[in-house]
């Protein structure tokens, strides 16, 4: 951003988390629901008639947008500084989720910022502040509210304005490298500092900011970094939407002067793509009127072009690509034994155990997402016929060529007619079992298509033996198409196993690798011994729509077409 300079804000204080699912919350909802990605919002943020703080020249403003957490206000993001500028447009696009169902609070802090010390503290920095919920601005797309200083005092005239867009599921964003040749020359005893602003021209004539360039000093030639915007911002995904784009001659004290200006659209952009190159005459509407030989104030470059689709779960979904579930249940000796009532594994003719409850609650949701409704079943601990030696990943259904079950009722008689085969041991070893299924995935990762992901639901009842090992095989399974739940049965202290889930910190392998993809979700069962089975699997899929996206958008998969599978044209017209 080009008022940056000489004004950069220090660094963030930690962002609030918003955890998906959160323990304890028991909501109802249909198993389609729980699938459902977020919903994402874009703020973008102007002020007018601010406090000028400043003595020698006007306040250099900066926002921060905070979110408040159980009761805290934690700083989620800041603009960029606004040299000398009481009625400051911010190029900064706020990013939030936006959940219907919850009073999601914000404020707007405004700032004068101070060089290199950045946004200060004391009362003297503080330019105003204002509250209001995301429910708020999405409902009403555009508020406009006063600032106000402590002790609920007006800051003058001083107002902010925040406007909304939602990010549609078939959003995407563009990548746009600019240069500029001959551009008028403004300064008097140098060269200009040019520049570029692109807004988009909505409906009712109103202007919206999409981007602004960084100043390149010095320079009537000059070549701007590339940069990405959305095609939501760009143009809200209409192709022939107008864009005014201006080039200005940047100035220190906020008074920048115009260069000229040239309309286009998205569509015209796009010809920029490849190996071709696009190029407007940057007008000036006065020199046009007065000068008779008058051409141009400059010729502005799209020197390249590159369109990134971003898909949803759902294109993924409906473009064909199944859900793989696989069960691994936990047969170690601290279970107790099967024929005892007390034991976790007791089947009790009236009412299934918890390793049924759960295996069923998560198992319904994920066989609509496979068509041919069969699914492997593991089991770890144990000791099996015909030798009776301990298997760490054997198939309950002792067919080693085929451990698949039909459905999920095939899985429960499975689990029930092994039990009384076996003999409860352990250690509770699971890394083999996960090696398992990311071998599985690692050969449909090699299709390179976006045709199947898979989901290990493991089952246990205590803290797993081999950690250092279960790491690893995370770690290695975070670059596979692959999920893992992991549902703690019983009353054992499982706080170690949180360590495993990546909510509270990134979880790395012995070595100190870092996963590279949050793959791992872990809840007690005991939390929702009293919820409706729905609650449980709700809580435990909530992330596996943005864990199926975030892979296939790392290695760049787009979903097959329906009917044909094939992969989609990638430009904006293509069939969302």
């Not at 295996?359 to 949701?365: D, N, Q, R, S, T």
Request: aromatic share 10%.
């Amino acid at each position: 951003m080009p008022f940056a300079h000489g004004a950069a804000c220090p660094p963030s204080r930690p962002a609030a988390h918003r955890a998906t699912g959160t323990m304890g919350e028991v909501p109802e909802a249909s198993p389609q629901a729980s699938l459902a990605v977020l919903s994402k919002v874009e703020l973008r943020v102007s002020c007018k008639h601010l406090l000028d703080r400043d003595t020698l020249n006007k306040s250099d403003p900066c926002v921060l947008l905070l979110m408040q957490s159980q009761g805290q206000w934690m700083e989620v993001d800041r603009s960029e500084v606004i040299k000398s500028n009481l009625n400051p447009v911010f190029a900064k696009i706020f990013t939030v989720d936006y959940y219907f169902e919850e009073v999601q609070k914000l404020r707007f802090e405004v700032y004068d910022s101070h060089g290199h010390a950045g946004v200060g503290t004391h009362d003297d920095d503080f330019l105003g502040g204002m509250e209001c919920t995301v429910g708020q601005i999405v409902a009403q797309k555009r508020v406009t509210k006063p600032l106000f200083l402590k002790y609920g005092k007006f800051a003058g005239k001083s107002t902010i304005t925040v406007i909304s867009e939602e990010i549609s599921g078939n959003n995407g964003y563009v990548e746009l490298a600019f240069r500029a040749k001959k551009l008028d020359d403004k300064d008097l005893f140098s060269k200009s500092d040019p520049f570029l602003e692109i807004y988009r021209i909505d409906d009712d004539r109103s202007e919206q900011l999409v981007y602004r360039t960084e100043v390149v000093k010095n320079n009537l030639s000059p070549i701007w970094e590339p940069f990405k915007v959305s095609l939501n911002s760009l143009c809200s995904c209409e192709e022939k939407r107008k864009l005014r784009c201006v080039v200005w001659d940047y100035d220190s004290r906020g008074k920048h002067d115009f260069i000229g200006e040239f309309f286009t659209t998205f569509e015209e952009m796009q010809k920029a793509m490849g190996e071709n190159k696009v190029q407007w005459d940057c007008m000036n509407p006065k020199y046009k009127l007065k000068k008779r030989n008058y051409k141009n104030s400059g010729v502005v470059v799209l020197l390249d072009l590159k369109i990134h689709r971003v898909y949803s779960f759902l294109d993924y979904i409906m473009g064909g690509c199944q859900i793989h579930f696989t069960v691994a249940i936990d047969f170690t000796a601290s279970n107790g034994d099967p024929r005892n009532s007390c034991s976790l594994h007791y089947i009790n003719p009236y009412q299934p155990n918890e390793y049924l409850k759960a295996l069923v609650a998560v198992g319904e949701i994920c066989q609509d997402y496979d068509s041919d409704k069969k699914f492997s079943a593991l089991g770890f601990g144990a000791r099996i016929p015909p030798k009776y030696e301990v298997s760490h990943d054997f198939a309950i259904n002792f067919n080693p060529d085929n451990d698949e079950c039909e459905g999920i009722q095939g899985v429960v008689e499975s689990y029930q007619s092994c039990l009384p085969k076996i003999q409860l041991y352990g250690p509770t070893n699971v890394a083999p079992i996960i090696s398992k299924v990311a071998r599985v995935a690692a050969d449909e990762e090699r299709t390179k298509e976006a045709s199947q992901y898979f989901i290990l639901l493991i089952l246990t009842d205590g803290v797993v033996t081999d950690m250092a090992d279960t790491r690893e095989a995370i770690v290695r399974a975070s670059y596979l198409p692959m999920s893992i739940i992991i549902v703690g049965v019983g009353n054992a202290d499982f706080t170690d196993m949180q360590i495993l889930d990546g909510d509270d910190g990134v979880l790395r392998s012995p070595k100190g690798e870092p996963v590279l993809r949050d793959i791992v979700q872990f809840v007690p069962f005991r939390e929702f011994k009293n919820a409706s089975p729905t609650a449980l699997a709700k809580c435990v899929l909530a992330e596996v729509p943005k864990q199926v996206v975030e892979y296939y958008s790392y290695k760049a998969f787009p979903p097959r077409c329906p009917q044909t599978h094939d992969a989609p044209d990638a430009n904006l017209s293509s069939p969302q």
